[in-house]
């Protein structure tokens, strides 16, 4: 596998329900962030780590907890979402957290609250 | 706060035109501008990235300008091909700030 994976790629989940989004990256890299893209809205950033560390918390509802066990991989646990959560979660990564650090992204999971 | 605006949402060509795609940004005070695509539900894959010194970038059949001054980027895509039927993101990023402003994006549809 190389660069950034994201598992799974597709998920329907009940508002009551407990899941996990996955994001796994092969590139070496420190840092790691989680994005909402709703439709016909703009990408949101919702979440950024820096080695482990979270250094962003974008005004995000606690129904959505980040966790990095390291720096390969990113979790975004979810519990009693909302329809209006449906959307496609991507993660990104890049070398190091600033500015001349590229951000590279995941294939995203299509989420589906019902 | 950096607003980031593309105009059309979406836009549909014969194959074999050439094209251009806009992009505003509110805050002229940028590190560098990037142009993203993203095809139907998958992420996201850079085209190319802009420093705020430079006015241009090219690769291929893609040319990017950037217009600090007016707030201003295009997109360029000469003699266009179904393959390059996707959705095209921009995103600047402040030079205060590691963090990307999309746009909204606009949704090509080249017509074979």
């Known amino acids: 596998e190389t660069g950034v994976t994201q598992t799974p790629r597709h998920l329907v989940m009940g508002m009551t329900n407990k899941k996990s989004l996955k994001c796994e990256q092969h590139?070496?890299?420190?840092?790691m962030y989680w994005y909402k893209q709703s439709a016909k809205k703009p990408l949101e950033l919702m979440f950024v780590?820096?080695?482990?560390?979270?250094?962003e918390n974008n005004s995000v509802p606690s129904r959505f907890s980040p966790e990095c066990p390291n720096s390969s991989h990113l979790f975004l646990h979810l519990h009693t979402l909302q329809p209006e959560d449906s959307a496609l979660y991507l993660c990104?990564?890049?070398?190091?957290?600033?500015?001349?650090?590229?951000?590279?992204f995941g294939p995203g999971t299509r989420l589906t609250v019902t | 706060k950096q607003e980031v605006t593309q105009i059309p949402a979406a836009l549909s060509v014969p194959e074999g035109e050439n094209l251009v795609l806009n992009c505003s940004f509110t805050?002229?005070?940028?590190?560098?501008l990037q142009w993203f695509r993203q095809d139907p539900g998958k992420g996201l894959t850079s085209l190319l990235l802009?420093?705020?010194?430079?006015r241009e970038q090219t690769s291929g059949r893609l040319n990017a300008s950037l217009d600090k001054s007016s707030g201003r980027s295009t997109l360029y895509i000469a003699a266009s091909q179904p393959g390059d039927s996707a959705t095209y993101l921009c995103?600047?990023?402040?030079?205060?700030?590691?963090?990307?402003?999309f746009g909204s994006g606009t949704r090509l549809l080249v017509r074979p």
């Open positions: 990104a990564s890049s070398l190091q957290v600033g500015l001349s650090y590229e951000q590279y």
């Open positions: 590139l070496g890299h420190n840092a």
């Open positions: 780590y820096s080695l482990e560390e979270r250094v």
């Open positions: 805050d002229s005070a940028i590190y560098n």
């Open positions: 802009i420093q705020s010194s430079q």
């Open positions: 995103a600047s990023r402040k030079d205060s700030s590691y963090k990307l402003i």
